[in-house]
Structure formats: C-alpha cells, structure tokens
C-alpha cells in the first residue's frame, strides 16, 4: 500500500494593505486584501519537511508590501507583478495566483484627504504559469433588487411542489461575478472593470426575467458585448427570498407592499458565458 | 436563603421587514430589521410558567408586520407607534423599546424599481413607559478616513510604553452615534436623519486631531449645535489602526505610504456630549 | 448654547493572548481575548486634545502582555490584577473594567502537548473604582436543546395572534449568563466557574418548561443556589426557534420528527435572578 | 459576435434541517445544514426563460424534509438517496451534488433528552451522474494546536525574507480535510468517518513537524492508511500564526510562554494525498 502527493499549493491570505498615495489636490486610497499562493515542485516538504523550495508565506508578505512601495495602480496590474515574481524568480515555482479583493472609498467632499466606505468590493485574480498570464477581474458583495419585473412560472411540478407561480415577485441578489480577460497585455483594466460593472448593473435592471437563470446570462451577455478583450464570465447569484407576508388572519390585504427578507435557505444560480470563438484555457478559473 | 426575580424584559429580535412602495414614477424600498422589547408585571411567567401576561414574540411579529400594511414611514415614527400600541395596549406591559436598523437602497438608473444596496446603517430606537417617549435616533457601519490631519503625543509615559509619538497617523474609524431628541414630537425624522449624518461626517473631515477622543468630541457637538432638537449624542469610534510598514529591511523608505490594516486588538474610544441644559432622562438610552 | 462632556470612557479591545505553560507533564494552555475599558478625568483630551491623561491603548496591550510573563491562573484573578494596576498606578484613572473571553481546549491524548478547540467561552469581568472591585464570571456560546419536556400556552390573544398553543416544543438556546460576586476576595474561581456551569446545563435540562423565562429563573436560581459568593445572575436567553413542517403536501405526517431550524427572528428572553438580602451594587454590572 | 451558456448549475443553498429520533431510552439530534446542486439541460431557461425544465429550489428545499421523514441516518446515505431522486426522476438533470454539514450535540447526563452542541462539523458530499456516485467525507472547523514538536527552517532567503528560522514554534490549524470513498457501496459510514476523525487528530498530534506541508501528508497519509475504502483526501490547513510577544522592552523575558495569536493574514497550506492505484474520478471532487 503506497501512497503520494497530488494537487498541492501553499500561500499567504488576506494581507491587508492600504497603500496612500499623497500627490494632486487629493489623497487616494487604495484598499487591498491579497492573496498569494503557489504550487510547483515542492514534493520534499511533504514527505520529509525539507523546505528548501518552500518560499515562507511570511516573504510572500513582504514582497506584497515591498511591491506597493513603488505604487499599486490597477489590481490586475498589481497581481500580474507579483505573480511574474514569484514564478519567474523561484525556479521550483512553477504557477502562482494572486487574489486581490479592493475595497472602495468615496470622498468626503470637505478636505482633500477624507473618504467613507462604499459598498461592494472589487477582485481581480492573475494565474501565471511561467508562460501565460490569466487574468480575471470582477466584482463580489454588489447587491441589487428588483421591486417589480420579475415572474417564475412554468416549472415542473413533482410530489414534492408546493411552490405557487408568480407573475411578479421582487428579485434581489448578492452578485458574484468574475470576467476573464482574452490576454493580459492590456493597459485600461480601470475603465474596463467601471464598463463591466455597470453593465452588469444596466443588465439586471433592464432584464424583464422569466427566472433568474435568464438574468444571469443576460448579464453576463452585456459584460462580454460590451467589451471585446474579455473571453467569458461567470455569475453566482443567490436568490435573496422576499416573500409576501401573509396578512388576512389580521383583516388586511397585501397588494405586494409587506415582504418578510429570508437568510436561509437560498437558491443559488451560477452559470458561465462564454464568446463563442473563445479556447477554453483549461484551468479552473475563477 | 431566598432569591428574587430582578430586571427582565423580553422580545421578538431581528424581524425582517421590507415594504415597497408602488406609487409614483419610482418605486420606493424600506428594508428594516426591526426587534421589539417588553417589560413590566412579568413575575409570574418566570416563577410559575403562567403565560397569562406573555404576549408572545410571535405576535410581536406579526404586529411589525401588519403595521407595516399602512406604511412605514420615518423608522422614529414607526417604531414610536409600535411602542405605544404595545404599552397601551397590554395593561401589564410598562415599558416597551422598539429598536429599527434601515438598509439604504440607491437607485439604478435603468428603470423605477431596480436598486443596489450602499453602505451604513440607520438606526432608530423608541422606549415607552406609557408618559413618555424617548426617541433616538442614529448610524451604524459607518467607516471613514482621514489619510492625514492626525497626530498623537504628549501621552503619559511608563514601564509598559513602547508607542512612539506621531505627528502624521492614518485615523479611521467605524462610526456608531446615537442622537436623543428633545421629544418625541417633531415630524421631521429624516431630515433630522440626514443632517446629524452629514454633520457627523463633516466633523471627522475637518477635525484636525490630536486624539480620537477630540475627533469623538468635535462629531458629537457638530451634531447638536446643527438641530436644537437634539439633547445628547453617544459615539463609539473603534480606532481602526493603520500601521507604517517597515520597508528598510528591504532597502526602500517608507513615506507615510505603505500600511498594514490591522484587525485585532484596536483601540475602541466611547463617549457622550450634552447640551448643557438638557435634562437627564434617567435611562441608559443608547 | 454650549455643550459638556458627558460619560465617556476607552481602552483596547480584544487583546489575544495565548499563554502556554510548559512545566509537568501536560502543558496547559491559556488562550484568551482581552478588552480594558478606562474612565475618570478625560476631559482635556477631549476638549483640546491634550493628552497627558491618556494611558495609550497600545501601553494598556503591553501591560497584558506583559502580565501574562508571571502567569495568568484564572481569568478572574488576572483581571483583577490588570484592572488595579490601571486606576492603582493612574492618578487620573478612576475606573477600570477588564473583560476576559476564554477559549477551552482539550488535550488530544496522543501527546502531553496537542489540544483541540471545545465549544464554549467562559468570560469574567472586573469593574475597580479605586476602592471596591466587583467580579462577575460568566459563560457564552453555550448551545443547549431539549427536544421535548417543552411547552407554550395559556398567553393572551389579540388581533395579531397567530400562533398556536403547544404542549410539546423543541426549546433551544444559545447561553450567554452572567454571575456577580458578593465580593472580589475568593479564590476558588476555577472551581466556582465549573459548578455555576454545571448547574446552568443540569437546570436546563431538569426544568420541566412551561415558557423559557421559567427556565431562565430556574437556571439562575440554581446558579445561585449552589454557591454562596454569588449575588446575582443574569441570562440572555434567544429563543432558537424549531419549526415543525408541514409534511402533509406530500402526503406524510411528522410526528414532532422534523424540523426547520429558523435564524431571524428570534425570541430574546433577558432576566437577572438575585439573592435576596443581596445589596445593589449601582453599576451595569455584566 | 456570438455567446454562449458555459458550465452552469443551481440548487437550495443551506435548508436547515433537524430532525429528532424518539425512539429508545435517550432522543438522537441530526442537525444538518444541507445544500442541492443540479446540472444537465437547462439552456432554454438562460435563453428564454422557458422553465419547463427548472425544478424549482422551493421543490428540493421539500424534498429535503420530505426525505428526512423516513429517517436521515448517516449523512452520506442521506445524501445518496437525495442525489439519485434528483437524477433518476428528471429525465433534464444530469448532475446532482448534495452536501451535508452535521453539527454535533453531546447529550447533558440529567435526562434523556437534553443536549449541548459540541465543536466540529462533520461534512459529506454526493455527486452523481446517474451511472456512478463519488461519494466524499469530511470534517470542517477542527481546530487544533500542538505547543511544541514544530520547527521551520532551512527555508530559501531572498530579498524580501525576515522571517527567523525557528527550532520550536506553536503549530495552530483549523482543519477542513475532505476524503474520497472509492465507492458508494459501503455502509459503515458513521465509524469509517470517526476513524477518520481520530486518525487526523492522532498524526497532527503525534507528527514531528518541520513544515506544516509535512503535517498536512502525515494527517492524509494515516487517514488512508486506516481505511481501505479511501482514495484520496484533500487538507486545507490554515496557518493560525501565533507570535512570540517580544517582552524585553519591560525588562522581561520570554521563554516561549507568552503569544499573539494573530488573525490575518495567515498562511494556508493546501495537498492532496493519494492511494497510488486510485484511478483520477475527472473531477473536482471536494
């Protein structure tokens, strides 16, 4: 009975980085948690704990911070640095990724140098092999609710359905999305994430849906179509219930006004676009 | 050896409530989080399970929800007619706290009833003891920056210092303040809201600060001096520490540019500022 | 118009500390999160941000730290040294409170050195005026069920009622309780913590319920009961409601075998069980 | 420009289901957090909104507690039956994943049913494609601690290194370790998963560690070596760093007694160990 390695990597998550920079009228803020992981020939560490290839987790921090000295820019950008770093200065590296998750600052309109939190957070994620660079951006914790536009009906009926159909129901979802670019030698990853979220955006406002798998893949439609550098997209979105309080037993109807907001369970749609002509880069991607 | 039942109350917490409202060109969302306290002659429940003045949290619900049939409105005005319906209404309930967190909801251009989720948190809190009603109101999840603008020193020094003074420090916070009105009266909840947020805001923007306890008290009185409705505000600042990573072990300077945002522990900085002349109302009201 | 200082106070919160002791044969290990909270003459630093009075949260870590270096023992001894040390050596400190979470760990028996994680946290809490210090022990995360020996009826009915009368419920809950000692002199905390915890889950599942508040009063009775340094106990009970479902669409009964477990909302049943002749310290004591 | 619809599944994330089992001198608590995925035909309603093949998440949210009527027993058989249902009765759903989360409750010894929940969380995932079902194990939030027998040195330095090697550090992890079956025949699934359970905490106890890689193939490697029926197993090995405290700036030392426990960022050491002979299922199966 014999035994042996299979899949493996090791990294460093979460560095929080803030990086500001200080020239112009105003501060800018660039608000980072990344995460760097790598694989390659690093059999000796697990099998005798000989770690002469195992680049410590505790270096991976340091070059995320020594990095952002020289400033942080996009993020896509950023992870493409570090992940060509590791890679091609560590012989026995043979793939990093680098995960970046940005949260967004709004200005304080009373001084140059005071911002408040928004909501939702940018990710970008670069796989680099030695050869080849994916890049992947995106966008996690938007959240957006249709009040009106939305029907479900038509599904099959088992023994177990109890489900009744609806011709208008409030849609409201927590958007995952992670779009991959076609290469990674373009230089507007800034104008390119603003276009793609809003459309995202448009897209789930503007879909009259049937269910939410159609607006799913009209969403992720309007990010490829409007963008030709990027190969496909893939959405996860939970159905956030809202259901419609039920208010006869207290004499009162409820034209669709009084909604009780479920936690658990959730649906949960996830689905993928894709450009026709695009190769499929065989990685998991996202 | 006897024993005695002391302060007791009980409740429904955390009802999730979202009502839309259709009229007009677009539509509008109230999503609450709404937990309701009663207190009063509850003595029996406790030390001989008599149900008989236990009106149950189940209905509690219910009520939310049913009151929510006519409109919410203002979260100040829904919660003090809560709490009166409770009080009035069950001669053996003294004193009823109803507490609402409301969940802002920005518009998407595309249509009248497409929203995303934005940041913060506002929150309302009503107690009723059958006179009186005392109203207050507030902000939770509040993060902000001051990139610049900060300093500390000229602290107290012994064997366990090792801080260094700073003349130019990253401040940030997470803001959480409570506003007690005057009355329970006025009918200008939101722009009341609105104006001790916008103050608040402003006030951590322009405090040029040598402590987070100057900063709490500048916040704290920008918000009375702006509405003489309001007697008395509590903060609760976490100071969100912002460290200047040591980048000379790896040949680089490091000009007030480069952080570390650390998680655990933080400082957590809380206080109060009063209108000299406001009464004390003789309640832990916040 | 003008405005005053109001109650105010600050400290560093959630300190962790882990400290292991090596000596016998089992090592043992300490792991705790620590929050100091000081109050007394602040006002400068917040009217001028004058800070000379201000022990910096940073030197208030240190001193955990630093503390820890001659043991910790039991958390409430620890607590009391930390929070004497702060208004003892601290002209202008008039009060502090020292709150210690700690983390169980049980020893995986293959070594003397090799622990896992167990459910539970105990807690203590030392308030110091310079003269008195009140101690108060505690414990949270406490997840208790008892799946039948539970009912709820005999409440009152109004316009909002819906729920049913039941002879026969799941009651769970999530403990959190809080005891007060009599005095801060005693020196068997260990032992003491052991037997309050004991009696919580032994009342618990003992009391035969007609409502969670008659369990709450016999849970903080037999606290009570069961140790003579305690004065007061105080319990924050949620309601962590078990939904039979309906089975019946699908032509099955359910004979209380199968249950939803609900998250929001949530009964929250809060009450303080007092020895009698016990005199009241003045102080929001947990 | 043409798209087209990627990879894409949907289901009920986390119904919380528990089901209660009378029978006998003591109750028995299944307490499951159970999530439905299914795949196959579904393009028309991403195109169209044609829902004639969607069942809906409503519909296997009931299935769920429908199924658990009969009885749940272990987690793997539960999710097994649920998986098949899902495949052989919709001709569209080609692909059915279910997985399970099981907390653990520990009887109180003061009646027979009473309990209290316990750390750890047992998992298991089904896969089936209607011809074969893979079948994985698991266990989530073990954390565990060995305070001494760990070392890491010898490690590759380049410019950004500053870590110290070190002979004896605190090895800290929350263990999420996924297990393959080699088939979905057996039937001794409740002692195959506590072997498993023991196994891993016996080789993170009993392994001299130079690296936590080392660690991580030890713990894998003993759990196939106990259980012919495994495959292969998948370790996620967060590092819970725990930092020295340097106490020599108050004149003290520190002989590895007194640690931070640090929360981000952390290390995060991620292998698969392998029975050499186990044929690759294709897919990604944890």
């Known amino acids: 009975m014999t035994f042996e390695l299979g899949d493996n990597q090791y990294g460093k998550a979460e560095t929080r980085l803030v990086r500001v920079d200080r020239g112009g009228e105003r501060h800018r803020v660039t608000d980072l948690n990344v995460t760097t992981t790598l694989a390659g020939?690093?059999?000796?560490?697990?099998?005798?704990g000989d770690n002469a290839g195992v680049l410590p987790t505790d270096t991976q921090k340091n070059t995320v911070y020594a990095f952002a000295r020289d400033g942080v820019g996009e993020i896509e950008a950023f992870a493409l640095r570090?992940?060509?770093?590791?890679?091609?200065?560590?012989?026995?590296?043979?793939?990093?990724?680098?995960?970046?998750?940005?949260?967004?600052?709004?200005?304080?309109?009373?001084?140059?140098?005071?911002?408040?939190?928004?909501?939702?957070?940018?990710?970008?994620?670069?796989t680099y092999d030695g050869t080849t660079a994916w890049v992947v951006s995106g966008v996690q914790d938007l959240t957006v609710m249709n009040t009106t536009g939305s029907e479900f009906h038509g599904?099959?009926?088992?023994?177990?359905?109890?489900?009744?159909?609806?011709?208008?129901?409030?849609?409201?979802?927590?958007?995952?999305?992670?779009?991959?670019?076609?290469?990674?030698?373009?230089?507007?990853?800034?104008?390119?994430?603003?276009?793609?979220?809003?459309?995202?955006?448009?897209?789930?406002?503007?879909?009259?849906?049937?269910?939410?798998?159609?607006?799913?893949?009209?969403?992720?439609?309007?990010?490829?179509?409007?963008?030709?550098?990027?190969?496909e997209v893939r959405l996860s979105l939970p159905n956030k219930h809202?259901?419609?309080?039920?208010?006869?037993?207290?004499?009162?109807?409820?034209?669709?006004?009084?909604?009780?907001?479920?936690?658990?369970?959730?649906?949960?749609?996830?689905?993928t676009v894709k450009r026709s002509e695009a190769p499929d880069p065989g990685l998991a991607w996202w």
């Open 41 to 48: 020939d690093l059999t000796a560490t697990h099998l005798t």
């Open 242 to 271: 809202h259901f419609l309080v039920d208010l006869e037993p207290f004499g009162l109807d409820n034209p669709n006004e009084v909604y009780f907001a479920a936690d658990r369970p959730y649906g949960l749609i996830e689905g």
């Open 82 to 126: 570090l992940a060509k770093h590791f890679v091609d200065r560590n012989a026995q590296i043979h793939r990093a990724r680098v995960k970046v998750e940005q949260y967004g600052w709004e200005p304080i309109p009373a001084t140059g140098h005071s911002f408040s939190r928004a909501a939702g957070t940018r990710t970008a994620s670069v």
């Open 155 to 231: 599904f099959p009926r088992d023994r177990y359905t109890t489900l009744q159909e609806t011709s208008d129901r409030i849609l409201a979802t927590a958007v995952t999305a992670h779009w991959r670019h076609s290469g990674s030698g373009r230089v507007d990853w800034g104008p390119s994430f603003t276009g793609a979220r809003d459309r995202l955006l448009t897209a789930f406002a503007a879909t009259y849906s049937l269910s939410l798998q159609q607006t799913l893949y009209s969403m992720g439609q309007h990010v490829l179509s409007g963008d030709e550098g990027l190969a």
